[in-house]
């Protein structure tokens, strides 16, 4: 998400009321920083404002030409649902929005982060500066959102004129993954202390790579499970239920066609999706 005219736009509208009140700013930027959101605090937090009142001022707006057209306490009790939820669900998504992306983005970065530092080891190995690892990382797409933290870094040693290690202390702040601090932090203790790269490279590259294979392993075993419990639940379970309804029907009044209604188009359509979602989940965590 970029900053565009609306966003300041709204910047403009409420920036006099964000002055009055006396909030850490640095930290609310640094969050948008790690979702990966290019709009400072106030400049964020106005679009949500707005977005709320226009959602607002739209819905109130609809509900009440619905009430005009059929009135009756129905609508006029939808007016204040409908003009309650919207505002309220706006609200709601774009406050959690950040949080939510910069989880995501740290668990994307911790995948990629063992394959990451074997190409980092490698550049290592062939005698390259730390600056020019990253700047080579910043242009190569294989490794997620990494390649948007070594842009990042790039961006200041080279556009900005800063050293190396007061941009890999700043990546710190605004990386959104817990083993990447790690990793830049540890890189910064080896170049402060004069020692050589290659065998820290190679550590880091030997325990991230323990770790994503027991992460795949446990994964897929929770895959095996769940795919061992879809095929009893929706699949062999509804088979059984249709061998015992043809029994029932022979020897009795059978039984009702709502109810294998509801199981047809109901009850086993929502056991099929609920398993994707939980399947797609852990392969997505696997990848």
């Known amino acids: 998400m970029k900053s565009t005219k609306y966003s300041r736009f709204c910047r403009r509208i409420f920036s006099n009321a964000f002055d009055k009140f006396n909030i850490n700013e640095t930290s609310k930027n640094w969050l948008l920083e790690k979702a990966d959101i290019s709009m400072v605090y106030k400049e964020y937090y106005s679009m949500v404002f707005m977005n709320i009142i226009l959602g607002f001022i739209s819905s109130f707006a609809t509900s009440s030409v619905i009430y005009l057209i059929f009135a ?3 609508t006029a009790f939808l007016i204040l649902i409908i003009s309650s939820i919207v505002p309220l ?10 949080s939510a992306k910069s989880k995501n983005r740290g668990k994307n970065i911790d995948r990629y982060l063992p394959y990451a530092t074997n190409f980092i080891n490698t550049m290592s190995l062939a005698g390259i500066s730390p600056a020019e690892i990253f700047e080579t990382l910043s242009t190569v797409k294989l490794y997620g959102d990494i390649q948007k933290e070594a842009q990042k870094i790039t961006t200041e040693i080279e556009l900005m004129g800063i050293d190396t290690i007061t941009a890999l202390k700043n990546a710190i702040h605004i990386s959104p993954s817990e083993k990447f601090k790690e990793f830049i932090q540890g890189m910064i203790g080896v170049i402060q202390s004069g020692s050589e790269l290659g065998p820290y490279f190679n550590r880091c590259v030997e325990r991230y790579m323990e770790s994503d294979l027991f992460e795949r392993r446990r994964n897929l ?5 769940m795919a061992e419990a879809f095929v009893v639940t929706v699949i062999a379970f509804p088979l059984f239920l249709v061998i015992i309804f043809s029994i029932m029907g022979l020897t009795s009044g059978g039984v009702s066609f709502d109810f294998l209604f509801i199981l047809a188009f109901g009850i086993l359509p929502m056991a099929y999706f609920g398993f994707y979602i939980m399947m797609k989940s852990g392969m997505g965590d696997s990848v």
């Open 89 to 98: 669900s706006m609200g709601l998504y774009y406050l959690s929005l950040p």
């Open 221 to 225: 075993e929770s895959l095996a499970i």
């Open 72 to 74: 009756n306490q129905i």
